[in-house]
């Protein structure tokens, strides 16, 4: 190198003044041929170190010079060295880093961004890199920056220990190799970009198919976290709900170092004071503190407990309404790049997006379990289910359809402002209803929807004065919603569902009962109707029988008695026509034989209306005297001792009757059997027989008779007649039931009672609002 | 129930026999006016001394304890119930004077109460109402009935004959044999049956003993507790 130096080198560096030589010449073409070396590996993409290795060995040889430098400036004003040729392997490794100070070449092309050129290098340099120089005795050099989009990347160097200096034009012949060499990097930088862009655009993808799942939002919200931790290079990534105007809740966190996060999710902090994400609440726009100029709990937490530093906050918004934040930090002292708030935009659209479907969905699956729990409850009225047992399903499914209800309870008022517990329902875990049934949390929202009679809520117990407050949060109450519950038009009760958590209930739960209330009004008003409708029954037919065994009495007493008093004067005046012709006599004895004819007739019709042994002797007697005048000889079992209910030893006794009468007539059996028992609060009465089967309650109006008695008083009928087979008739009476008046059940074991009054709200008590 | 010539029958036990000249002191027990009067006009042409008559129970043992009848023919259904007031009556009397003959007259019969009558004692009769209109036939039960005799009413003997059971103990028995049963559950003497279905009284006797024997029925040496016996066989057979 040196003897090239020597040999063609312009001794004062004027070259550009010679006419061109044949050296020249062929400089010129060694220096197209490096240069087209190193394009070439510029254009196949190689990657920079190879390109920065090229440059430097080629700006080496081409100058002939002893050290053939390239350096990359850092933030923090130092130099690391990225490509070393000749002497400078030994001196300037690649990787070694330089702070730029003190005089030499790197910190002058630094500070003045133009080409430097220092003679007598190792007299005059100093600073960390003026040590290796003066060793190596360098003694020209000359620097040139390598810009890069128009700014200083770096710099370009080359040294020779030969006393003379290097060639005039060596800063321009340096300039062409370092365009190639911030082109080499500008390439390079684009293609980290796209890299970059790429697997951002994956990291969305994965997280956008995980919103499509419809992964549940906890799982999203951590996705995301991750995701853009990863993508962004952050130390930490946290997603916050805003709560209310007053809170946020973590909902999703990353940490680089995969440290547990701080403030877990779910933890709540109160907005405030100077920190990102109060900045994103107020504002709704992106925000950015760097380093630790911060206050408020949330400032405190972030710096104190995550150690942030520097960070960056992007709102999200769901349906038009600011959401959350996604905040990304260094934990280092290092500023986050300017596009930060640009790229994390696309998270905050998918998170946007999960929200917006997740709520969609839940929407959708709470309409759908409404509807599900409603048909459930419709299906149980319909089929006439007894309204306490409405009432518990009512109040489950409610408490389990309605999102936040620790309990649910179904209350009926009485007379005097009490509102009774007919059903309730409390969630597992919940402390049972024992505590709650006295109403303390229900008897402020009970109150307010009695007073108004329509759907209520209380977000905020504790919020209220007074005891009945204090009591309900020591029973564990903090907010609930009631509805009420009217029955043709009069209120009836109300339905109270309860939480643990103050504000648990979302806005609009309230009217949400509207459909369970209604159900139950409709259970009460069946259960009424049927009730009135038994009852009239039952009435009907104890009119039936009374008429009938007055009609039996009438018969017996009345025209019995007349037609044998008449017998009587007939035989008197036969006995005294008895000296006359005995043709009168005669006469006068077939009236009475007609007359006693007409008192067997009348003895029958009797016994056919009502037996009259039956209200003398029971039902016993009285089946031994039905039994014993079967033409079909009859078994006849009787195990029910004592004297019941007349419309029950009446029913059972027709029933027996009844079908005794229709063996007879129909089922040409050779014995029937009439069993009779007492099992519990019911009768039992069963008559079979041996005949041809085949009856059916269409049949003839003898059967559906039987059947419109048996249901009246509440028994149950069954028949089973197959073809060939014989004839069971099987019939259940509720011996307690056939008293008359059916009532109305109600509630259950642990009934409970609380007192509707004026309670946290200063309300004046129900009778006198009542009366407006 | 016999011939029509109301003649005492041979049921009657020694000491009691009918003197016309002492007729049967009766009292009537009947809140139907019109026909208790028709029914003492009966008993007053037929010979008995009808010595008094009341309208319900109370009155009825009043009269009874103050006249001592021999006879007191009772309505069953009396105020104030119109239940069985008669039966209660009756069942009074025959405490406090088992000599008294009674017959109770019910608009139908039931076992259950026949039962109950003629486990009391002797003479004591359980008839339908309407049986007054056969005069003859109820005079001559009366007179049987205060000589000692039980009597039912032959139509409830007759149900209890004529139901029929499976495995009836009562096929063991032929059709004459049975004809003396229904008789025997009447209250009827085995005079009384040998002249009803023209048989000698001896062959009656061994009918009876052939029955009591295939019944298994306890021999019984009175009437009543013979009739007794029949009734409660046939009612639990």
């Given amino acids: 190198m040196n003897t090239l130096g020597t040999g063609d080198g312009a001794p004062d560096g004027r070259v550009g003044r010679d006419p061109p030589s044949q050296a020249r010449l062929g400089q010129l073409a060694d220096e197209q041929a490096a240069l087209r070396r190193v394009a070439t590996l510029v254009a196949r993409g190689e990657p920079p170190e190879a390109v920065f290795a090229a440059v430097a060995e080629e700006v080496g040889q081409l100058l002939r010079v002893d050290l053939a430098n390239l350096f990359r400036y850092e933030p923090d004003r130092t130099e690391t060295c990225v490509a070393a040729w000749g002497m400078a392997r030994k001196h300037f490794p690649v990787g070694s880093r330089w702070p730029l100070t003190g005089h030499n070449l790197s910190t002058l092309v630094f500070e003045s961004s133009h080409p430097v050129r220092v003679d007598h290098y190792a007299d005059r340099s100093s600073g960390a890199l003026g040590a290796p120089i003066r060793e190596m005795g360098i003694r020209s050099a000359v620097g040139a920056p390598i810009l890069v989009e128009g700014t200083q990347w770096g710099a370009i160097l080359a040294g020779s220990t030969m006393e003379q200096p290097l060639p005039a034009d060596t800063e321009s012949r340096l300039a062409s190799f370092t365009e190639l060499v911030a082109t080499a990097i500008a390439n390079t930088n684009s293609r980290t970009a796209l890299g970059r862009l790429?697997?951002?655009?994956?990291?969305?993808?994965?997280?956008?198919?995980?919103?499509?799942?419809?992964?549940?939002?906890?799982?999203?919200?951590?996705?995301?976290?991750?995701?853009?931790?990863?993508?962004?290079?952050?130390?930490?990534?946290?997603?916050?709900?805003?709560?209310t105007q007053e809170t946020l809740e973590v909902v999703g966190t990353w940490t680089r170092t995969g440290a547990p996060a701080p403030t877990p999710v779910g933890g709540r902090l109160p907005l405030g004071g100077r920190n990102v994400?109060?900045?994103?609440?107020?504002?709704?726009?992106?925000?950015?503190?760097?380093?630790?100029?911060?206050?408020?709990?949330?400032?405190?937490?972030?710096?104190?407990?995550?150690?942030?530093?520097?960070?960056?906050?992007?709102?999200?918004?769901?349906?038009?309404?600011?959401?959350?934040?996604?905040?990304?930090?260094?934990?280092?002292?290092?500023?986050?790049?300017?596009?930060?708030?640009?790229?994390?935009?696309?998270?905050?659209?998918?998170?946007?997006?999960?929200?917006?479907?997740?709520?969609?969905?839940?929407?959708?699956?709470?309409?759908?379990?409404?509807?599900?729990?409603?048909?459930?409850?419709?299906?149980?009225?319909?089929?006439?289910?007894?309204?306490?047992?409405?009432?518990a399903a009512v109040a489950a499914e409610a408490g389990q359809v309605i999102p936040g209800a620790d309990f649910a309870l179904v209350n009926r008022y009485d007379a005097t402002r009490v509102a009774e517990v007919v059903g309730g329902w409390a969630r597992a875990g919940s402390s049972g209803l024992a505590g709650l049934l006295p109403g303390l949390a229900g008897q402020a929202v009970s109150t307010l929807v009695f007073e108004r009679?329509?759907?209520?809520?209380?977000?905020?117990?504790?919020?209220?004065?007074?005891?009945?407050?204090?009591?309900?949060?020591?029973?564990?109450?903090?907010?609930?919603?009631?509805?009420?519950?009217?029955?043709?038009?009069?209120?009836?009760?109300?339905?109270?569902?309860?939480?643990?958590?103050?504000?648990?209930?979302?806005?609009?739960?309230?009217?949400?009962?509207?459909?369970?209330t209604e159900l139950v009004a409709t259970a009460i008003a069946n259960a009424e109707g049927q009730a009135a409708l038994a009852a009239s029954r039952a009435r009907i037919v104890a009119t039936a029988d009374q008429t009938r065994r007055r009609i039996e009495r009438d018969l017996h007493d009345g025209a019995q008695q007349r037609l044998v008093?008449?017998?009587?004067?007939?035989?008197?005046?036969?006995?005294?026509?008895?000296?006359?012709?005995?043709?009168?006599?005669?006469?006068?004895?077939?009236?009475?034989?007609?007359?006693?004819?007409?008192?067997?007739?009348?003895?029958?019709?009797?016994?056919?209306?009502?037996?009259?042994?039956?209200?003398?002797?029971?039902?016993?007697?009285?089946?031994?005297?039905?039994?014993?005048?079967?033409?079909?000889?009859?078994?006849?079992?009787?195990?029910?001792?004592?004297?019941?209910?007349?419309?029950?030893?009446?029913?059972?006794?027709?029933?027996?009757?009844?079908?005794?009468?229709?063996?007879?007539?129909?089922?040409?059996?050779?014995?029937?059997?009439?069993?009779?028992?007492?099992?519990?609060?019911?009768?039992?009465?069963?008559?079979?027989?041996?005949?041809?089967?085949?009856?059916?309650?269409?049949?003839?109006?003898?059967?559906?008779?039987l059947k419109d008695r048996v249901e009246a008083i509440g028994g149950r009928i069954f028949l089973d007649s197959p073809r060939g087979a014989g004839t069971s008739l099987h019939v259940e009476l509720p011996i307690t039931?056939?008293?008359?008046?059916?009532?109305?059940?109600?509630?259950?074991?642990?009934?409970?009672?609380?007192?509707?009054?004026?309670?946290?709200?200063?309300?004046?008590?129900?009778?006198?609002?009542?009366?407006? | 129930m016999g011939d029509n010539h109301g003649m005492p029958t041979s049921s009657a036990t020694p000491g009691t026999a009918p003197e016309r000249q002492c007729a049967t002191r009766v009292v009537l027990a009947d809140d139907d006016v019109l026909l208790r009067e028709g029914l003492a006009s009966l008993l007053d042409r037929s010979g008995f001394d009808v010595v008094g008559q009341a309208g319900n129970g109370t009155e009825l043992l009043a009269l009874v304890r103050a006249v001592r009848p021999e006879l007191a023919i009772i309505d069953i259904r009396m105020p104030p119930a119109q239940a069985t007031e008669g039966l209660q009556a009756a069942r009074v009397i025959r405490e406090e004077l088992p000599g008294t003959a009674i017959i109770v007259l019910s608009a139908h019969v039931e076992v259950d109460e026949a039962m109950e009558l003629l486990a009391g004692g002797q003479r004591v009769g359980y008839l339908l109402k309407s049986?007054?209109?056969?005069?003859?036939?109820?005079?001559?039960?009366?007179?049987?009935?205060?000589?000692?005799?039980?009597?039912?009413?032959?139509?409830?003997?007759?149900?209890?004959?004529?139901?029929?059971?499976?495995?009836?103990?009562?096929?063991?028995?032929?059709?004459?044999?049975?004809?003396?049963?229904?008789?025997?559950?009447?209250?009827?003497?085995?005079?009384?049956?040998?002249?009803?279905?023209?048989?000698?009284?001896?062959?009656?006797?061994?009918?009876?003993?052939?029955?009591?024997?295939?019944?298994?029925?306890?021999?019984?040496?009175?009437?009543?507790?013979r009739v007794l016996a029949v009734l409660r066989f046939l009612d639990a057979r």
Avoid at chain 1, 458 to 475: C, M, S, T, Y
Avoid at chain 1, 490 to 508: D, E, N
Avoid at chain 1, 678 to 693: H, K
Avoid at chain 2, 142 to 165: F, H, K, M, W, Y
């Fill in chain 1, 198 to 243: 790429a697997e951002e655009q994956a990291a969305l993808r994965r997280v956008a198919t995980l919103v499509a799942r419809a992964t549940p939002p906890a799982q999203v919200f951590a996705a995301v976290a991750e995701e853009v931790g990863r993508v962004l290079a952050v130390d930490f990534t946290i997603l916050v709900r805003y709560d």
């Fill in chain 2, 131 to 225: 049986r007054v209109t056969d005069v003859a036939d109820f005079i001559e039960t009366v007179e049987r009935i205060t000589a000692g005799a039980s009597v039912v009413d032959p139509s409830l003997v007759q149900e209890l004959v004529r139901a029929r059971r499976r495995r009836d103990p009562l096929d063991v028995l032929s059709p004459r044999e049975r004809e003396v049963l229904a008789l025997m559950a009447e209250g009827a003497s085995n005079a009384g049956i040998a002249r009803r279905i023209y048989i000698t009284e001896g062959t009656v006797e061994k009918h009876v003993r052939s029955i009591l024997t295939k019944l298994d029925l306890p021999e019984s040496d009175t009437e009543h507790r």
């Fill in chain 1, 565 to 705: 008093t008449l017998a009587l004067h007939l035989r008197e005046a036969q006995a005294a026509a008895l000296p006359a012709p005995g043709e009168l006599s005669a006469q006068l004895g077939r009236a009475v034989a007609e007359a006693s004819g007409a008192l067997e007739d009348l003895r029958e019709t009797a016994r056919g209306i009502h037996p009259a042994i039956l209200a003398k002797g029971g039902l016993r007697a009285a089946l031994k005297t039905l039994a014993s005048r079967s033409p079909i000889p009859v078994d006849l079992r009787v195990a029910a001792e004592d004297r019941l209910p007349e419309p029950v030893e009446v029913s059972a006794y027709y029933v027996a009757a009844e079908a005794l009468t229709n063996v007879a007539r129909h089922a040409r059996a050779a014995s029937v059997s009439v069993d009779v028992e007492v099992a519990g609060e019911v009768l039992r009465v069963a008559v079979r027989d041996d005949g041809c089967g085949g009856a059916d309650f269409s049949g003839g109006t003898g059967l559906v008779g």
């Fill in chain 1, 277 to 391: 994400t109060t900045l994103v609440h107020q504002t709704g726009r992106p925000a950015r503190i760097d380093y630790s100029d911060v206050s408020g709990v949330i400032g405190q937490v972030a710096s104190r407990d995550w150690g942030l530093r520097s960070s960056v906050g992007v709102p999200v918004s769901a349906e038009n309404r600011l959401w959350g934040c996604i905040v990304v930090a260094f934990g280092r002292l290092e500023l986050l790049p300017a596009d930060t708030e640009h790229r994390l935009a696309g998270f905050t659209e998918l998170v946007a997006t999960a929200i917006a479907s997740t709520q969609a969905r839940m929407e959708l699956r709470d309409f759908a379990e409404e509807q599900a729990a409603l048909r459930r409850l419709a299906t149980a009225v319909a089929r006439g289910a007894p309204p306490e047992e409405v009432f």
């Fill in chain 1, 737 to 772: 039931a056939a008293k008359g008046d059916v009532a109305l059940p109600v509630a259950c074991g642990k009934r409970r009672s609380f007192l509707i009054t004026a309670a946290p709200r200063c309300l004046p008590p129900i009778g006198c609002s009542r009366g407006r």
């Fill in chain 1, 453 to 516: 009679n329509e759907p209520a809520r209380v977000d905020d117990l504790a919020g209220d004065d007074g005891g009945i407050a204090l009591a309900a949060e020591e029973h564990g109450i903090r907010s609930c919603v009631g509805a009420p519950i009217s029955v043709a038009g009069r209120p009836w009760g109300l339905m109270i569902v309860a939480s643990t958590r103050q504000g648990a209930f979302p806005s609009g739960a309230e009217h949400r009962l509207a459909g369970f």
